[in-house]
Structure formats: C-alpha cells, structure tokens
C-alpha cells in the first residue's frame, strides 16, 4: 500500500442551503412629482378669486393685451350706468343722451387709462415699486373687468324699463313698487362688488409693482390726493371769485 492511502479520507463536502431573501414589507416612496398647470387661467374670471396670479400671467405674457376695448368698455358702461339728468332737462332725446353718455365714457375711459396709470407709477415708485408704464397700464385696465360684470346687474333695470334705464330718475324709482324691489337688490349687490372691485384694483396695481395689495391701496390714495388738491383749490377760488363778483354787484 502506498502512503498516499494511509492519509485520512476528508470529509464529504456538504453544500450550504441556498439563502432565501424574504421580500420586505418596506416600500420606497414614489418619486416626487411637482404639481404641472392645468393650464392658463381665465382673466374673466378667475381675477375675482386668484387676482394675483392672473396679473402675474398677463403682465409675464402680453401686458398690452385688451388694454384699450377694456378701457372703453369700463368707460361707457359706467357711465350709461350714471345720473345724466341734465342731459334730458336739456330737451334731449333719449337717443341723443345715450350716444352722450356713451362717447363721454369712451374718453374717461382712456383718459383714466393713461393719465391714472402715470400718476400710479409716480406714487407707486415712492412707495418702492418696480412697475413700468405699460405694467401699471395693464393693472389699470384689467381690474376694469369687474365693472364690466357689474353691468349685468343693471340688466333687470333695462328690462322693466327699457331704454330709459339710461336716464333714470332714481327718485321717481323709489315710488315704483317694483322698481323698489329691482333697485334695493341690485344696489347691495353694487355695493359689494364695488368694496370687491377696489381689492382687486390694490392687488393688481400690487402685482405690478411687486410690492403687497396694502402698498397698491397707499399709491392709489396719494395719486387721489394729488389730483384732489387742485381741484379743492380751483373749487375754492371759484367761490372766492363768484362772491367777490355778487359783492361787486351789491
């Protein structure tokens, strides 16, 4: 026998278990995703409740858009919705005080547009702001869009009365049983899109000029100061001027 066979036989070699990965319970978090837009927002409507967003979306896109058929839009609709009383002590036709009272809100309107807006970029630049003329300009105009939507209240009025809804006599109304009930609705509701229209108009003009609603209340207030004083001061002198004229007559 040789002495290789004197050595021990090794052991038989026993394979291990293969090892078995139990699943687990954990699950990773799905990745995050940022929220996508659904889309532009609507200026018509959604001014009322996002007003900021809709003025940052305009200003970021096209702040010319509609400024002028805003301008004129605002200017004639508030203004058929006025007193012109005068117009028909005049002896004018309902015609004629319609078509008065239409191109005189076509001008206010332009003139609030471009005169406002200059005045609002001078008081809002005291107040810190950033805003450039044709920004300011675009504030201006689209927080008109509340007036226009306001005029579909006046729309039971026009009804009941027809065309002499545009020269109403709001005193004679108020002895109408039924114009009683259309006018008293319709001028609450007035008064809250009024207070609603004012906030919309800061947070436009705040928008534009980057800086808070509170800022856009402070330019507004002083730009009507600015124009106040001298028109206090011309009403002044015109009393100064007539009663020195009636002592000169005495």
Not at 62 to 71: E, K, Q, T
Request: with cysteine; aromatic share 8%.
């Amino acid at each position: 026998m040789s002495p290789a066979s004197d050595e021990p036989t090794p052991p038989p070699v026993v394979p291990e278990p293969p090892v078995v990965v139990q699943p687990s319970s954990y699950e990773a978090p799905p990745p995050f995703i940022a929220a996508t837009p659904t889309g532009p927002l609507n200026p018509w409507t959604a001014i009322f409740t996002r007003t900021r967003a809709v003025m940052r979306q305009i200003l970021d896109t096209d702040p010319s858009r509609g400024v002028h058929r805003l301008a004129l839009a605002g200017g004639i609709l508030e203004t058929l919705g006025s007193d012109f009383r005068i117009l028909g002590h005049l002896g004018l036709p309902l015609g004629s005080i319609i078509a008065v009272k239409a191109i005189t809100g076509a001008i206010a309107g332009l003139l609030l547009l471009y005169l406002g807006s200059w005045l609002l970029l001078l008081t809002g630049r005291w107040l810190g702001g950033k805003a450039t003329f044709v920004e300011v300009r675009a504030a201006t105009a689209w927080s008109t869009v509340p007036a226009i939507w306001s005029a579909l209240l006046y729309l039971p009025i026009v009804g009941y009365l027809g065309l002499e809804a545009f020269n109403l006599d709001v005193d004679a109304l108020r002895s109408d049983p039924v114009g009683l009930l259309l006018i008293v609705p319709i001028g609450l509701a007035g008064f809250v899109l009024f207070i609603w229209r004012i906030v919309i108009y800061c947070k436009c003009l705040g928008e534009a000029h980057r800086f808070s609603a509170w800022h856009g209340l402070g330019a507004t207030l002083i730009a009507c100061v600015l124009v106040g004083i001298p028109l206090a001061l011309m009403a002044v002198l015109a009393v100064a001027l007539g009663g020195l004229a009636l002592l000169g007559r005495s």
